[in-house]
């Protein structure tokens, strides 16, 4: 790392790891691949249908609701690992699910992490839907059920790119899966939390091919979300 | 068909106030009235949108107040379409069939009658995104249609279009109206629609209804000052009767008399009505009210030309271009007036 370019030589050596599909560059990428699809999967499941819930139905506090949920977009990471981690240490209330220090923990931290980001892009979704076209579908005579169903079909590309985002932001966190999967090599280590410590080492080949993926993926997100907004 | 028995409700700034009206089987209806009256709260009330506070809504003589959108036989056409621009033009228009439990092959069969009927066939594959104005208009239309309303609903549906569609458009209403029976409701602040389409009209002023009737009647015999301006009626003329022999009223009306049919009673104060082709330029043939005056101004309007007198009161008569040109009328010709006591429809103040 002497001489002269450290940068230039680990980009290369970086280049090498990927195109010969290191074992462990391989491991990482598909680790943080899961558990972020999965979060974001399990995120959807439960905040698309409150997101349409706050949108279809009238409450007091409703605004108020909304502020909040748009506040939490930039809850910090760290915040949520500390949290996380205090519910499912040992002796926390969720201690004997034994999810600390597992992918299932970093699933369940990322998870709570974009659950409100999904629920106010949710909001924002359906909101776009104006409502001269809410009440010309239930006049056509759509039962209640139909007109939330065709409002959310309308609104699907909107939807489609909040959950996008949603998956954007669990794959490029760091604070929560170090916190509560502890980095573990072979076990809980992912893209982030392993360039995070391969820099620290000076291990800067490694760093640098984890971050070139991390960025592939983030960029394949952008074009996709492109993609989908364009429709 | 459907009435509203004193109905009060109240969605945000705009009010409904103790509407009553009554919508008959096979009317076409309006609802006219300056903006922000409250127009399309009235038309979505009557599609079930909005629960009144107070009042009843009943449909055939039954109580329908409470009943959701979905069974009462309407369909709604906004302004703006109100399309669904994922779904093909023949999956817009059979919509409504399809929510209604049709399969979608058997819901598109039975629309493609409709979408040739309504010049639509060729677009039945094109996404709404693609189609002008007009097209979109007419897809929102057949869409409504297809679902066979007891009641069609129209908010403003012309006056997003081109003066050219709006005709074409307007032919298409009047054939829905007239060779289907269709019961139509539309909302609208135009008084050439109104004119062309209604057969019986409402005024809504902030959030009230100030008239309701037969549209030739509410046009040129309203009941108020304030309908009178809105509808449009050109001389409105403030005055007191001085004298009233068998119906035959004298009313002095600031430095000109008329004498209009009326049993308002000497004292009383009234407001006269006068429409401007009631107003005759040149030999009135023995009409009561025959004055002589000066031409102040003649404005020409198409075809047409407004013609200004000053007869002691100001009156605007509308006289085709042709007869301006016949009478070489200009600003200070001498001129005879006419206007027939029975076209001097009068409100007394105290009704």
């Given at each position: 790392m002497v001489n002269g370019s450290p940068v230039v030589e680990g980009f290369i050596e970086a280049i090498n790891l990927i195109v010969t599909l290191n074992p462990q560059v391989v491991e990482i990428t598909i680790r943080s691949l899961y558990v972020s699809l999965t979060a974001t999967f399990f995120a959807s499941l439960v905040a698309l249908p409150l997101g349409a819930l706050i949108y279809f139905y009238e409450f007091r506090g409703k605004h108020a609701l909304v502020s909040t949920l748009q506040t939490l977009y930039a809850l910090p990471t760290v915040i949520v690992g500390l949290i996380m981690f205090l519910l499912l240490s040992?002796?926390?209330?969720?201690?004997?699910?034994?999810?600390?220090?597992?992918p299932g923990g970093m699933i369940a931290a990322q998870t709570v992490l974009i659950i409100p980001l999904l629920m106010g892009l949710t909001v924002s979704a359906l909101s776009g839907i104006d409502r001269d076209k809410r009440y010309t579908i239930t006049a056509l005579g759509a039962s209640r059920l139909q007109t939330v169903t065709t409002v959310i079909a309308e609104a699907r590309f909107a939807v489609m790119s909040g959950v996008l985002l949603g998956f954007g932001r669990a794959i490029s966190e760091v604070g929560a899966v170090m916190i509560v999967?502890?980095?573990?090599?072979?076990?809980?280590?992912?893209l982030t939390t392993a360039i995070a410590l391969n820099t620290s080492m000076a291990n800067y080949s490694m760093s640098i091919a984890l971050g070139i993926i991390l960025l592939s993926v983030a960029l394949g997100v952008n074009v996709v979300l492109s993609l989908v907004q364009r429709r | 068909m459907i009435a509203f028995d004193r109905v009060s409700l109240t969605l945000g700034s705009f009010r409904l106030k103790d509407v009553s009206m009554t919508i008959g089987q096979g009317d076409y209806y309006f609802i006219v009235g300056p903006s922000g009256a409250g127009k399309t709260v009235l038309l979505e009330a009557i599609a079930g949108l909005h629960l009144p506070e107070h009042g009843r809504i009943l449909l055939r003589g039954e109580e329908i107040t409470a009943l959701p959108p979905e069974r009462r036989g309407v369909a709604l056409v906004y302004q703006d379409y109100s399309l669904f621009p994922h779904m093909t033009v023949a999956d817009n228009v059979s919509y409504g069939l399809r929510v209604r439990g049709m399969e979608r092959d058997a819901a598109r069969c039975e629309v493609a009658g409709l979408l040739e009927r309504f010049g639509l066939g060729h677009l039945a594959d094109r996404y709404p995104g693609t189609l002008s104005g007009g097209e979109q208009q007419r897809v929102a239309l057949t869409r409504a249609v297809a679902v066979k309303p007891d009641i069609l609903l129209l908010d403003e549906?012309?006056?997003?279009?081109?003066p050219i569609t709006q005709e074409r458009f307007i032919d298409d209403l009047r054939r829905l109206h007239r060779e289907d029976g269709l019961t139509i409701v539309q909302v609208s602040h135009s008084r050439r629609e109104t004119r062309l389409l209604a057969t019986r009209m409402a005024v809504l002023i902030d959030g009230r209804l100030v008239d309701e009737g037969r549209a030739d009647v509410v046009l040129n015999a309203p009941k108020s000052r304030e309908v009178a301006t809105f509808v449009g009626i050109e001389n409105i003329l403030d005055g007191t009767v001085t004298a009233n022999e068998d119906g035959y009223a004298v009313v002095d009306a600031g430095g000109r008399t008329f004498e209009a049919v009326t049993d308002a009673a000497a004292g009383e104060a009234v407001t006269l009505c006068i429409r401007?082709?009631?107003?005759?330029?040149?030999?009135?043939?023995?009409?009561?009210n025959t004055m002589a005056g000066t031409v102040v101004a003649v404005v020409e309007d198409g075809p047409v030309a407004g013609v200004k007198v000053d007869c002691g009161v100001e009156l605007t008569a509308v006289l085709t271009r042709r007869s301006v040109q016949d009478l070489s009328l200009a600003p200070g010709t001498r001129v005879t007036v006419a206007v027939r006591a029975a076209a001097v429809h009068v409100i007394r103040s105290l009704s």
């Open positions: 040992n002796i926390g209330p969720f201690g004997f699910l034994r999810l600390l220090y597992t999967g502890g980095n573990i090599r072979g076990a809980t280590r992912v | 549906p012309l006056s997003a279009l081109d401007a082709d009631d107003v005759v330029i040149g030999n009135g043939g023995g009409a009561r």
